[in-house]
Each structure stands twice: as C-alpha cells, then as structure tokens.
C-alpha cells in the first residue's frame, strides 16, 4: 500500500510539532518492538483540550500519527479524546500499511496515558 496524500501532508508539514511548557498532562511512549517514541503533551481547560503538541522519534508514521492525532485532540472535550481509536486516526490518514499499524496503536496509548495522568481515565478504546 502506497502512502497516501494526506499522509505524506502531514509528514511534510508537520501540524503541532513541540511541547506545551505549562502542560496539564504529558505522556511519553516507546513501542518496545521498533523503538520508536512518542510525546504528547495536552492543555486542558474545563475538560476541554485547548492545545496538543507531539515530538516524535522513529519511523514516519509515527511522525505522521503525531500530527494527525493532535489535529484531532484541540478544541474536543477529554471524554471525546478517549473514545478515539486507531482506526479513525488510521482512517483521518486515508490508511496505512499494515506493517506499520503500530504507529496508530502508540499513538493512541499515547494519548490514553496523557489523559489518565490528567485525571481523565480513558474509555476503551481499540
């Protein structure tokens, strides 16, 4: 499967790239198969997400997971934010390939580790 445009948008203009110095909530993952990482850090006001910034290391899915994802999180409410899936960050990126569906999956963790530390316990998920 060749990447999409949207994909290859997000890889070339990464949206939200950073860190949110004054964070309510920060998570850092690493997949332990591939080593690729991924920080996320969250504003929250009145169970709002305002701002979400990610840095990424490793492949480009996961950079392009990163922005994907925190182009989903601003303005949305935390309980919203958990019920997000990997399928529908998958899917806001017209796809991957399968062998790098591991991306989404860290991605999504990501964000479920930052809402627990927030004090928002997430909703399965898949």
Known sequence: MPYSEAFKDH???PRNGG???DADARAELTNP???DRLRLTL???DGRITAARFLA???APTLACGSALTEMLEGITT???AR???QQLTKLLDGLPARKS???????ETLQEALRVAGSPPEASS
Do not use: F, K, Q, S
């Open 11 to 13: 890889l070339a203009h």
């Open 19 to 21: 860190e949110i110095p």
């Open 33 to 35: 198969a591939c080593g």
């Open 43 to 45: 504003r929250i006001r």
């Open 57 to 59: 290391y490793g492949c």
């Open 79 to 81: 309980t919203d934010a």
């Open 84 to 86: 997000i899936t990997r």
């Open 102 to 108: 591991h991306a989404a999956a860290l991605a999504i």
